[in-house]
């Protein structure tokens, strides 16, 4: 069901803070161009956390709105209580949602064991209008979902698949291992994602296919045809921008290059400051040996 590559996109906000929903259509009409199998609205990327349940909803329209026929819109909409996820999930579907993508709940981490996980997603799969993907992301989480917990979710038959951002290559092969057949996994790691695919991942959910797109979709294509020499060679060059816009800058790094790139992305949403001056000058120089800007 889940299948290719999904950009978990980067949220644009107009110069009073709010969502700009008219830069988020021109964003999604100019990706649309590069054959993305569909978009994530509201993800770690998307600055989840800082938008409100509102926000997210009218995120939703405006994207299925402007995407094309074919492509999947997948909602973020974990939130840290059951009840709160449920309503958000309902209010993403109702928006247009297709999937929702349920990051695991991680403030009281001791107390959320795997029994608090399964009956968590099995909770919300229950009450869910659209298929429910598990979003396993310890580096903001600090909790990681181990194999066997997620092959345990994945037992529900509205839970489809999950989003494993661990980059944990040995986990994969958990995942892939003890989770059902027709549970798509899909890699979130850039640097991870070439070995997944190998290994049997389903697609990626990227952040760095907000400004390599077309790159990411050639590496999928290619990793599904077997040619992986094809492959290797435009994943290792993307490797330094993927690790810029993730590991090293995080969102006000991705709203430099998506900016630098030509598309809408704003300020990010305060905790978060923007990127300085000296990170703009390198990102740029990292988009031109990746071949991505002239």
Same mark, same amino acid.
């Given at each position: 069901?889940?299948?290719?590559?999904?950009?978990?996109?980067?949220?644009?906000?107009?110069?009073?803070?709010?969502?700009?929903?008219?830069?988020?259509?021109?964003?999604?009409?100019?990706?649309?161009?590069?054959?993305?199998?569909?978009?994530?609205?509201?993800?770690?990327?998307?600055?989840? *956390?800082?938008?409100?349940?509102?926000?997210?909803?009218?995120?939703?329209?405006?994207?299925?709105?402007?995407?094309?026929?074919?492509?999947?819109? +997948?909602?973020? &909409?974990?939130?840290?209580?059951?009840?709160?996820?449920?309503?958000?999930?309902?209010?993403?579907?109702?928006?247009?949602?297709?999937?929702?993508?349920?990051?695991?709940?991680?403030?009281?981490?001791?107390?959320?064991?795997?029994?608090?996980?399964?009956?968590?997603?099995?909770?919300?799969?229950?009450?869910?209008?659209?298929?429910?993907? &598990?979003?396993?992301?310890?580096?903001?989480?600090?909790?990681?979902?181990?194999?066997?917990?997620?092959?345990?979710?994945?037992?529900?038959?509205?839970?489809?698949?999950?989003?494993?951002?661990?980059?944990?290559?040995?986990? +994969?092969?958990?995942?892939?291992?003890?989770?059902?057949?027709?549970?798509?996994?899909?890699?979130?790691?850039?640097?991870?994602?070439?070995?997944?695919?190998?290994?049997?991942?389903?697609?990626?959910?990227?952040?760095?296919?907000? *400004?390599?797109?077309?790159?990411?979709?050639? +590496?999928?294509?290619?990793?599904?045809?077997?040619?992986?020499?094809?492959?290797?060679? +435009?994943?290792?060059? %993307?490797?330094?921008?993927?690790?810029?816009?993730?590991?090293?800058?995080? *969102?006000?790094?991705?709203?430099?290059?998506?900016?630098? %790139?030509?598309?809408?992305?704003?300020?990010?949403?305060?905790?978060?400051?923007?990127?300085?001056?000296?990170?703009?000058?390198?990102?740029?120089?990292? %988009?031109?040996?990746?071949?991505?800007?002239?």
């Amino acid at each position: 069901m889940i299948r290719g590559v999904f950009p978990p996109i980067a949220t644009p906000f107009g110069s009073d803070g709010s969502l700009d929903k008219a830069a988020l259509a021109e964003n999604i009409r100019r990706w649309n161009l590069t054959g993305l199998s569909g978009y994530v609205v509201a993800g770690s990327n998307g600055e989840s *956390v800082l938008l409100e349940d509102q926000e997210v909803c009218e995120a939703v329209s405006t994207v299925r709105a402007n995407a094309v026929a074919g492509q999947l819109v +997948i909602a973020g &909409v974990g939130r840290q209580s059951t009840r709160a996820t449920i309503s958000l999930t309902r209010a993403a579907a109702a928006a247009g949602a297709q999937v929702a993508l349920v990051m695991n709940p991680s403030f009281f981490s001791v107390e959320t064991t795997p029994e608090a996980l399964y009956r968590h997603y099995a909770a919300v799969a229950d009450a869910s209008p659209i298929p429910v993907m &598990v979003y396993n992301v310890p580096k903001f989480t600090h909790l990681n979902m181990a194999g066997a917990t997620v092959a345990r979710i994945a037992t529900h038959g509205n839970i489809v698949g999950v989003k494993d951002s661990a980059g944990d290559i040995p986990q +994969i092969c958990d995942l892939v291992r003890l989770c059902p057949p027709g549970f798509d996994i899909l890699m979130g790691n850039g640097p991870a994602f070439l070995s997944g695919l190998q290994l049997g991942a389903a697609g990626g959910i990227l952040a760095l296919a907000n *400004v390599a797109p077309r790159e990411c979709v050639q +590496i999928y294509q290619h990793a599904v045809a077997g040619e992986f020499e094809a492959a290797r060679d +435009i994943h290792l060059r %993307l490797i330094p921008v993927g690790k810029a816009v993730t590991s090293r800058w995080g *969102v006000p790094g991705l709203k430099v290059a998506l900016e630098l %790139l030509g598309y809408a992305a704003g300020v990010p949403r305060l905790p978060l400051l923007p990127a300085d001056d000296g990170v703009r000058v390198e990102m740029r120089s990292l %988009l031109v040996e990746a071949g991505l800007l002239n």
